[in-house]
């Protein structure tokens, strides 16, 4: 362990997954999958964000390995999914094919599922609304910390007003080429605030430098490129079923206006979410809530359903 780094409880260590097997999206992307949990239980599937990894959902996989099946992904060129053989590769159709092939790949025919999604997670899964796979197995969603649209005209990850210098800077932030090096206490700091809250203990921030350090800078600068003129309107509104919303009124890098867009625009909102104090990264900066709502989820549109007889 780094010297000065805090040590990491249980609830934050990645468990040993019950099955691994490899999925292989439309265009021949491998992507390494995990299932956990028994086979009979409701399942829940988890899409991480931006430069993550399968690694950010522990929390979540320890909280409800027990009483579901619960399925996550690395994202193509995160964790273990190898990197997109061309700039193709970097796109929301790519994201929302990976999401298909994984639902059909871990989901029996007509079993239903609460399909989770954490920032890009979350633009996997409006990317992929009205899609045969989801249609067919999403019984109901959560959306944590994403937006649909003006990814970049919102961020406040610069401490400018909004306008074009701002815009400009934010793009060149988030598409830097810069290696990101060994996580120290600076790279700490950094990360702290500009993606988390006030609230975030220093083994959250310790969770999530490890983690975003880990991304392959290929990955993290091809993929920084879908959120300019990203713009999934029209999508939200074809994601008819019920789905949750949870945002961070702390949030710099999807402030909580884009995801009171998102409940205003989907058919079915099945509640918006404020945390207080929260920054984006809300699976690890309040996990207990995040593990609430996915429960109340699948309690209320799964249930019996999600057992593998279905």
Do not use: K, N
């Amino acid at each position: 362990m780094r010297r000065g780094a805090p040590a990491l409880s249980g609830r934050y260590i990645p468990p040993v997954a019950d099955r691994t097997l490899t999925v292989v999206s439309a265009d021949g992307a491998r992507l390494h999958t995990e299932v956990y949990g028994p086979q009979d239980a409701p399942a829940v599937v988890l899409s991480h964000g931006w430069t993550c990894s399968t690694a950010f959902w522990a929390a979540q996989v320890r909280d409800l390995a027990a009483g579901h099946r619960v399925i996550v992904y690395d994202q193509r060129g995160h964790g273990r999914s190898p990197l997109p053989a061309d700039t193709g590769g970097y796109s929301a159709r790519a994201l929302a094919d990976d999401l298909e092939a994984v639902l059909d790949a871990t989901l029996e025919p007509g079993r239903r599922a609460v399909v989770v999604g954490h920032s890009m997670g979350g633009m996997t899964i409006m990317a992929a609304a009205g899609r045969p796979a989801v249609r067919e197995h999403a019984a109901a969603v959560l959306l944590c910390s994403t937006g649909h649209e003006r990814l970049v005209a919102e961020a406040r990850v610069i401490p400018l007003r909004a306008g074009r210098l701002r815009d400009r800077l934010t793009r060149a932030v988030l598409a830097s080429r810069a290696p990101l090096g060994p996580v120290t206490p600076l790279s700490r700091r950094l990360l702290r605030y500009g993606t988390m809250g006030r609230g975030a203990t220093p083994e959250m921030v310790d969770v999530c430098a490890r983690i975003v350090h880990a991304c392959p800078r290929r990955a993290r600068c091809g993929w920084a490129g879908l959120f300019e003129g990203l713009d999934l309107t029209e999508r939200v509104r074809a994601l008819d079923v019920p789905t949750a919303v949870v945002v961070g009124r702390s949030d710099r890098l999807t402030p909580a206006v884009l995801g009171r867009g998102i409940a205003a625009c989907v058919p079915d909102c099945a509640g918006l979410t404020e945390l207080p104090g929260i920054g984006h990264m809300t699976p690890i900066e309040a996990p207990d809530e995040i593990t609430r709502r996915i429960r109340e989820l699948s309690a209320e549109y799964v249930g019996a359903e999600g057992a593998a007889s279905a």
